[in-house]
């Protein structure tokens, strides 16, 4: 082999590593806008569109829902960019925090409620304060969207996300076994007492009155009872007042407990969803989104009334997610107004929105397909009424790990009767506190 | 995007050619430093390998141990803290609570694993008709991905009646005036349940290194001792296990790091309380961002794995029988 052979190969390596090194800063994945790409969307040629990626925990039916319902139009009208999905329904936080760390992160993402403090308080999220005040927009007003849902967006006052959905919990019912025992349906004239003992009233045999199982949370419960698990100030978690300690009794009077719902092993047997679904148990309190058929896909008779009131409100639980964008997006001017119209998409594609204005009857039964427009259409005036009295959690940047001690100290112990609420309660606060910012 | 993919493409092809460019640099230069032609060729060829095992393996190696003195989140430049966080660990009861129930799990499943295994082994060793088959069936299930198992075993432990378990030992129970035990919802069933889940994997690649062990062991040993009026326990003591203690050896070392690592199994089956190390090292590197509390975990394992690993080492050369080795 020649010397100028090997000044040859060495050239060819070095150019190869060259060009290879020099991709990643031109136009790293799915190019220009995209976070990888510093200088992407900002020198894009004119002309050509600027593409965004978006990475969502979408399932294989949702990710082309959103897709054909939402993305294709928003790409055919307007020139600026393109918004390209990426599907991660397995592990989903895992793999975007992997991204995220690797400088690979999608310039937009999708955040469950108990994440969004805790990217934006590590430097992950691009706070798009200043940026939605341009846009002229509905969907970027964040005085629109309700108060109590907007402020998982927020973090330290500002907005880090646009809030794509808010599922209010809303007590579905069987009219069927309601009908074979002679009992009037669930309405808002039900209080916690009246709840309590029509679902002992439906339990005979293998049939249960209602069903739970750490869901619906029982947050739901101490706030109705006047209580609250983190302060609105994230000041202090507060789970051994005397309202907490109510609902949280409440709950456990129910959880478990064969008089009205069934057991732990009975639910781990025959599913919790899927009992309702066969007609076991005749209440189940799930989202407002939630669709009930049989194995056969056939769409089942399930109506729906607000949950019932507690001693000092109706408060239902909102799931509620939103999209971020990237704290590395190349160009944040255009990564607002695109979040702005994938935010609007979204809003008429998912129930309930959580923009005041779109939380209305006619869009809630138009976003569904025609297989559930029966179904929603009995259930959609409860879904109305429950939004109007749903709430998030307080969230604090370390969620995860308040969700989690919160489980294990308290939750888990009350409902495996390992001491009483008070107890509990009292020794969890402080562990609990000693993660608030 | 077919752009994307077009420039994709060109970028692995520019490595390719990267990489050969770096290999022939390396021949010349070997040779230039005097190397022979077959020894330059060698560490030529093997250098994508070399490259490959530096980067995707000893720099991460390396980087968690330089992250286990950092406060590192994922999300943001880690913060040397120093053994800020083997500090912690030394007071975080959790990590002491999964610990105990990894350290437990091991000791009851690596020798009962052990012997289980050797058991099919000689079974599957004798000269039974269709034995291929027998094989084949014994090894199945080993092929199966570890969360499938778990979730299988999750189905089978039901504390209720369409539990498998418990439906057939029920009347068992019930002679003692008892009831089956709740498994994976009782904490003090937990380990117990991951003990017989782990019985599932014991007829897979264990068997068939202690089958091919057996194999192995020279005929004309048995029939000396058959000859010297040697029986069946007798060979089995004094031939088969010392002829076959190279292969327990191998699979004692498997078997600790395998069940010290413990991990699909605890990560899809909720236990009521604390659960395996690895779990815990997950949770609190992608639940909680707590990565480098999560890489001095990692580190403490290692060493713990390290340690009982040397201890097998060095007491293998009182129990371990090497063919044409001479015993000082």
Same mark, same amino acid.
């Given at each position: 082999m020649s010397t100028r052979f090997t000044r040859l190969a060495a050239l060819a390596a070095a150019l190869a590593l060259a060009v290879t090194a020099c991709g990643g800063s031109q136009s790293s994945s799915p190019p220009a806008g995209g976070t990888a790409a510093p200088s992407g969307a900002a020198s894009q040629p004119a002309g050509e569109k600027v593409t965004f990626r978006i990475t969502t925990w979408a399932g294989e039916g949702e990710a082309k829902e959103l897709q054909e319902l939402v993305l294709d139009k928003i790409n055919a009208s307007q020139s600026e960019y393109e918004i390209v999905h990426e599907a991660a329904p397995a592990d989903y936080y895992t793999k975007i925090q992997t991204a995220l760390a690797g400088g690979t992160g999608a310039d937009f993402l999708w955040l469950s409620q108990e994440y969004v403090a805790g990217y934006a308080s590590r430097g992950a999220l691009?706070?798009? %304060? *200043? +940026?939605?005040?341009?846009?002229?927009?509905? %969907?970027?007003?964040?005085?629109?969207?309700?108060? *109590?849902? #907007?402020?998982?967006?927020?973090?330290?006052? $500002?907005?880090?996300?646009?809030?794509?959905?808010?599922?209010?919990?809303?007590?579905?019912?069987?009219?069927?076994?309601? *009908?074979?025992? @002679?009992?009037?349906?669930?309405?808002?004239?039900?209080?916690?007492?009246?709840?309590?003992? %029509?679902?002992?009233?439906?339990? &005979?045999?293998?049939?249960?009155?209602?069903?739970?199982?750490?869901?619906?949370?029982?947050?739901?419960? #101490?706030?109705?009872? @006047?209580?609250?698990?983190?302060?609105?100030?994230?000041?202090?978690?507060?789970? *051994?007042?005397?309202?907490?300690?109510?609902?949280?009794?409440?709950? &456990?009077?129910?959880?478990?407990?064969?008089?009205?719902?069934?057991?732990?092993?009975?639910?781990?047997?025959?599913?919790?969803?899927?009992?309702?679904?066969? @007609?076991? !148990?005749?209440?189940? #309190?799930?989202?407002?989104?939630? %669709?009930?058929?049989?194995?056969? @896909? /056939?769409? +089942?008779?399930? =109506?729906?009334? !607000?949950?019932?009131?507690?001693?000092?409100?109706?408060?239902?639980?909102?799931?509620?997610?939103?999209?971020?964008?990237?704290? $590395?997006?190349?160009?944040?001017?255009?990564?607002? &107004?695109?979040? !702005?119209? +994938?935010?609007?998409?979204?809003?008429?594609?998912?129930? /309930?929105?959580?923009?005041?204005?779109?939380?209305?009857?006619? /869009?809630?039964?138009?976003?569904?397909?025609?297989?559930?427009?029966?179904?929603?259409?009995?259930?959609?005036?409860?879904?109305?009424?429950?939004?109007?009295?749903? =709430?998030?959690?307080?969230?604090?940047?370390?969620?995860?790990?308040?969700?989690?001690?919160?489980? =294990?100290?308290?939750?888990? $112990?009350?409902?495996?009767?390992?001491?009483?609420?008070?107890? +509990?309660?009292?020794?969890? =606060?402080?562990?609990?506190?000693?993660?608030?910012? | 995007m077919v752009q994307w993919y077009a420039e994709t493409l060109v970028r692995y092809v520019l490595v390719a050619a990267a990489i050969v460019g770096v290999m022939l640099l390396t021949y010349r230069g070997l040779r230039r430093a005097g190397v022979r032609r077959e020894p330059a060729t060698g560490f030529a060829l093997i250098l994508p390998w070399f490259l490959g095992f530096l980067i995707w393996n000893l720099f991460p190696v390396v980087a968690s141990l330089y992250l286990s003195l950092t406060d590192y989140n994922i999300l943001q430049a880690p913060n040397f803290v120093g053994l800020a966080n083997y500090q912690q660990l030394a007071e975080d009861e959790r990590f002491w609570a999964s610990l105990r129930l990894t350290m437990a799990y091991s000791a009851i499943t690596v020798p009962l694993g052990l012997l289980l295994s050797l058991l099919a082994a000689v079974l599957l060793n004798q000269g039974v008709r269709g034995v291929g088959l027998w094989r084949t069936l014994y090894y199945l299930p080993a092929i199966l991905p570890p969360f499938v198992t778990a979730l299988l075993w999750r189905l089978m432990l039901l504390p209720t009646r369409s539990g498998l378990v418990n439906s057939a030992t029920e009347p068992v129970w019930s002679l003692f005036g008892d009831t089956p035990p709740r498994w994976f919802l009782d904490p003090d069933t937990v380990l117990w349940g991951f003990v017989i889940m782990s019985f599932w994997g014991v007829f897979g690649a264990n068997t068939v290194i202690m089958l091919a062990g057996l194999k192995n062991i020279p005929k004309d040993l048995y029939e000396a001792a058959e000859v010297d009026g040697a029986g069946l326990l007798s060979k089995f003591r004094h031939i088969t296990v010392p002829q076959l203690t190279p292969t327990l050896f191998y699979v004692l070392i498997l078997g600790i790091i395998a069940g010290i690592q413990i991990f699909d199994q605890g990560l899809f089956v909720r236990v009521p309380r604390e659960n395996f190390l690895n779990v815990y090292l997950y949770q609190q590197g992608f639940n909680f961002f707590h990565m480098g509390y999560a890489s001095a975990i990692a580190w403490v394992m290692f060493v713990i794995i390290l340690v009982l690993t040397l201890a097998v080492f060095r007491s293998s050369t009182a129990w371990v029988y090497y063919e044409g080795e001479v015993k000082r």
């Open positions: 691009l706070d798009l %304060t *200043d +940026l939605l005040k341009t846009i002229a927009a509905p %969907t970027a007003k964040v005085e629109g969207y309700f108060p *109590d849902v #907007m402020k998982t967006a927020l973090y330290q006052d $500002k907005v880090y996300g646009l809030p794509w959905i808010s599922q209010p919990v809303v007590l579905y019912y069987n009219p069927a076994l309601f *009908d074979a025992a @002679g009992i009037a349906y669930p309405d808002d004239t039900w209080d916690w007492a009246k709840f309590a003992e %029509t679902a002992k009233a439906l339990t &005979k045999d293998d049939q249960y009155g209602f069903s739970a199982n750490g869901w619906p949370p029982i947050h739901m419960f #101490m706030w109705q009872a @006047g209580g609250e698990t983190v302060s609105d100030d994230l000041s202090s978690s507060p789970i *051994d007042s005397a309202e907490a300690l109510q609902g949280a009794e409440f709950y &456990k009077s129910l959880i478990f407990n064969s008089s009205c719902c069934p057991t732990e092993d009975v639910l781990l047997e025959q599913g919790f969803s899927e009992m309702f679904k066969a @007609g076991k !148990v005749a209440m189940f #309190m799930g989202g407002a989104s939630d %669709t009930f058929e049989t194995a056969d @896909g /056939v769409a +089942l008779d399930i =109506r729906a009334a !607000v949950p019932p009131m507690g001693p000092k409100s109706r408060t239902t639980f909102a799931w509620t997610a939103s999209t971020v964008v990237n704290a $590395k997006v190349a160009n944040p001017e255009l990564a607002a &107004k695109a979040l !702005v119209a +994938l935010t609007d998409g979204i809003h008429h594609w998912k129930i /309930v929105s959580p923009l005041t204005e779109l939380a209305n009857a006619d /869009v809630i039964t138009a976003s569904f397909p025609e297989k559930w427009k029966a179904q929603k259409g009995q259930q959609v005036d409860a879904i109305i009424a429950a939004t109007q009295d749903m =709430r998030s959690f307080n969230v604090i940047p370390r969620q995860q790990e308040w969700d989690d001690l919160f489980w =294990r100290e308290f939750q888990d $112990k009350l409902y495996h009767d390992q001491g009483t609420a008070a107890d +509990l309660a009292a020794a969890a =606060r402080p562990q609990l506190e000693a993660l608030l910012p | -």
